[in-house]
């Protein structure tokens, strides 16, 4: 088989990026390692940027999105016992989120994709890059035990963190920097009204808390736990009584409870590789880099690096100018670190930590009294948020 672009991974980069190539009449393939199914049923990010949405919608892929996602002008930073509202929209000077989950938009994109007639493998195994120090770059892979190749132009590595395409990188060619964090998230989903309007971060003597949601009618929310937890000791009765310890108290009476229908743990970290693009291959999303969930920035960074990377083959097979691919790996990255020091400094302002002095506790507290009271320390917050611009 034959392609312009060949995509590693069916996750929200690589299904963006197909969409956005297939509308720009450029022709593409995507692999992955599992089933439709099986991606649908990956429960992840649900808070999109404004860039995230404006990408989706130039997809042709953002109706749905408008239709049932939550627009959210702003969002509670709870410490004390108390709320502290940060007004996105007021800081900003206009700008919000939208609270859809990551699992809808996927939904969304698969089936444009289908409608499009596009080509997707599900289910290939021993999916491999090869040549892509060269201009004839090709992929292998398996399916039904027979082996398969695609010979294409490009390869799009948006294989997630534990994908081939990094690992086929000579380790030379690339340099990583990692920070792993001492705790995890424990989630859950419920078929409940969320406990408020709009999302709450808590920072509790207990650890850490997020209060989120997927609809009106369903909630998703967070405790920080140990990496050592298992998610068998944790009963739903358990679960809500953690939350609700770790919440301002007029929250923890208005919670309503349900049993759970999803459950489980994330260890948090940030890791970045230099650079992205290594000859005729480009690593996207995940694949590239992680932070932790914190800052809801994961999935609208893989949407980033899907808008240079798609500008970039867009110029290369219009105007035959290699200038947009070139910049790919450097654009990608400033925008990339900014969002990891913003997820860093959020995960620390916001958990609990093992090794906490009553020095390092203290700060923490100044920190949040100075962030809630300063309305420039609530625009950097807000600014950030929201989302920098590409
Ligand atoms: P994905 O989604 O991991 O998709 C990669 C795809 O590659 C496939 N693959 C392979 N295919 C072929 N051969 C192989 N050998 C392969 N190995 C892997 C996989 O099957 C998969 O389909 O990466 P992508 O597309 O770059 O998307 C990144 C996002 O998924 C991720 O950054 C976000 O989910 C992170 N994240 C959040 N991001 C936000 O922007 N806002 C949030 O609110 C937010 N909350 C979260 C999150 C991630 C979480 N977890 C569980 C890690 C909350 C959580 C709990
Ligand atoms: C989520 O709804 O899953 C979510 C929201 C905000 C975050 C992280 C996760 O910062």
């Not at 190749?149 to 590595?157: E, K």
């Not at 068998?232 to 349900?258: G, I, K, N, Q």
Request: charge should be negative; aromatic fraction near 10%.
């Amino acid at each position: 088989m034959r392609t312009k672009v060949a995509i590693i991974g069916s996750g929200p980069s690589g299904l963006l990026l197909g969409q956005l190539l297939t509308k720009a009449g450029i022709d593409n393939v995507i692999l992955d390692r599992v089933s439709k199914d099986y991606i649908l049923g990956r429960v992840r990010a649900g808070v999109l940027e404004e860039g995230t949405v404006g990408l989706l919608d130039k997809a042709g892929c953002g109706a749905r999105m408008h239709e049932e996602g939550l627009p959210h002008d702003g969002f509670s930073l709870a410490f004390d016992g108390r709320d502290h509202r940060i007004d996105l929209l007021g800081l900003t000077g206009g700008k919000r989120v939208m609270v859809y989950g990551q699992t809808e938009v996927t939904r969304d994109l698969m089936e444009q994709r289908e409608r499009d007639g596009s080509v997707t493998i599900y289910e290939a195994s021993d999916v491999e890059p090869h040549d892509f120090d060269t201009t004839t770059p090709y992929v292998t892979y398996r399916t039904d035990g027979i082996s398969h190749r695609i010979d294409c132009d490009f390869i799009a590595g948006c294989d997630g963190f534990h994908g081939p395409s990094r690992k086929a990188v000579p380790e030379r060619a690339i340099r990583v920097f990692e920070k792993v964090y001492p705790f995890g998230w424990l989630g859950i989903l419920a078929e409940v009204a969320p406990v408020n309007h709009e999302l709450i971060y808590a920072n509790h003597p207990s650890g850490f808390a997020l209060c989120s949601m997927r609809s009106p009618t369903r909630s998703r929310y967070y405790v920080q736990c140990t990496l050592e937890e298992k998610i068998e000791d944790w009963s739903d009765d358990r679960f809500w009584d953690e939350l609700r310890r770790r919440l301002p108290a007029h929250h923890a009476e208005a919670l309503v409870t349900a049993p759970s229908f999803e459950k489980s743990i994330a260890p948090l970290r940030s890791f970045v590789a230099e650079p992205m693009r290594f000859g005729t291959m480009f690593l996207v999303g995940d694949a590239a880099h992680i932070v932790p969930p914190t800052g809801a920035k994961g999935l609208n960074l893989a949407a980033s690096d899907v808008y240079y990377l798609f500008e970039g083959l867009q110029q290369f097979y219009g105007e035959r100018s290699s200038a947009g691919i070139d910049a790919y790996s450097g654009k990608a990255l400033a925008r990339v670190w900014k969002a990891v020091r913003f997820s860093w400094w959020m995960t620390t302002m916001m958990h609990r930590f093992p090794d906490t002095d009553e020095f390092d506790q203290k700060i923490q507290e100044a920190e949040l009294d100075y962030l809630t009271h300063s309305r420039a320390a609530s625009t950097a917050l807000a600014e950030n948020y929201v989302g920098l611009p590409y």
